[in-house]
């Protein structure tokens, strides 16, 4: 994972980071969204200072998911974290 400000997601060809993975790297769970509503929340929160990473949909984790089964590469979930300051990552 990086933390840029703004992350497509995992590499395609590793599995996505689990929920225990992402909350210890620091990232909260936003929602699920498609476009063109995940650029215009990830443009947003950039703005506002947060880094974001978008991941794909685990079909076998929820309840319904009928319609994102249709279309799984249409769907992300997003994740944000706090960016750190830049002076913050200067060595002292």
């Known amino acids: 994972m990086t933390s840029s400000s703004h992350s497509g997601g995992p590499d395609p060809w590793e599995p996505p980071p689990t929920e225990a993975e992402l909350s210890a790297g620091g990232w909260k769970r936003g929602c699920i969204a498609d476009e063109p509503r995940i650029s215009e929340l990830v443009e947003t929160y950039d703005e506002i200072g947060f880094d974001v990473l978008l991941v794909p949909v685990p079909l076998d984790d929820m309840e319904c998911t009928e319609c ?3 279309n799984p590469d249409r769907f992300r979930i997003l ?3 706090k960016r750190e300051a830049e002076e913050d990552l200067e060595p002292a």
């Open 68 to 70: 994102i089964a249709q």
């Open 79 to 81: 994740y944000t974290r």
